[in-house]
């Protein structure tokens, strides 16, 4: 399992109150982890206490990764300071979202390029960001496939790929043009309401199994994607 809401929060706030120290991971293994007993689980065994140490590791990799914490100029590489502005606004998302939702990624997230881009931020229930990674992979994925200049972007580069008429790739299972159309308003969908949401208006993604649901989406379109062809004939007549 990974942190929940609750546990991620007292960790964040005694961040908040941290500028007067440098931090490491070790210091919030102590606080929390220290003889088997924690103020933010209850540790019944041996197992869930190293289950509790995983977790606290996992989002501490986290917050540097996303620069919650940044490395201290004392001892670089070793000790951390806590960025108050970025905290602050992090303890307000969570207090807006709902609970994490407790699912492993390799369970629902198949392309192996998307997982690897969204882990960190999956694992501690920061769908929002995932959503942002995704449609960014998205993006850059069909660029390549299609060969489409940089001038192509959102919405114009899924028409520039795989509009019914003249778009360069075509998806399996299509057959015929109204097909081809209809995946052409899936990907011009995933940008036109999906990306942008996630780019530039995060603060309303707030329930946490739609945010899911839509990550699930980006990866298969992505599948497809890869396993989309050049379109040898373009046929403008549909049948």
Not at 4 to 20: D, F, G, M, P, V
Not at 43 to 54: D, G, R
Not at 165 to 190: F, M, S, V, W
Not at 206 to 233: A, G, T, V, W
Request: aromatic share 8%.
């Amino acid at each position: 399992m990974s942190l929940n809401k609750e546990e991620k929060l007292k960790i964040l706030e005694q961040l908040k109150h941290a500028t007067n120290f440098n931090l490491h991971v070790g210091s919030l293994l102590d606080r929390y982890t220290c003889k088997h007993i924690s103020p933010l689980r209850d540790i019944t065994s041996a197992e869930t206490f190293e289950e509790l140490k995983v977790d606290i590791n996992i989002f501490w990799e986290y917050l540097k990764s996303k620069g919650y914490v940044y490395i201290s100029g004392h001892h670089a590489g070793e000790s951390f300071k806590p960025n108050i502005k970025k905290i602050e606004e992090l303890c307000g998302t969570l207090k807006e979202l709902g609970d994490i939702i407790e699912i492993d990624l390799d369970s629902v997230v198949f392309h192996k390029q998307l997982r690897e881009e969204i882990r960190t931020s999956f694992e501690n229930g920061d769908y929002v960001t995932c959503l942002s990674e995704a449609t960014k992979l998205l993006e850059r994925n069909i660029r390549t496939k299609a060969e489409a200049p940089s001038t192509e972007r959102g919405i114009s580069l899924a028409s520039f790929a795989f509009n019914a008429k003249n778009g360069k790739l075509t998806i399996p299972y299509c057959q015929d043009n109204k097909h081809q159309e209809g995946i052409h308003l899936l990907y011009r969908g995933a940008f036109g309401y999906i990306r942008n949401l996630a780019i530039h208006h995060s603060d309303v993604l707030n329930d946490q199994h739609d945010n899911l649901q839509m990550i699930i989406f980006i990866d298969f379109l992505l599948r497809l994607l890869d396993q989309s062809q050049p379109r040898p004939f373009i046929n403008t007549q549909d049948t």
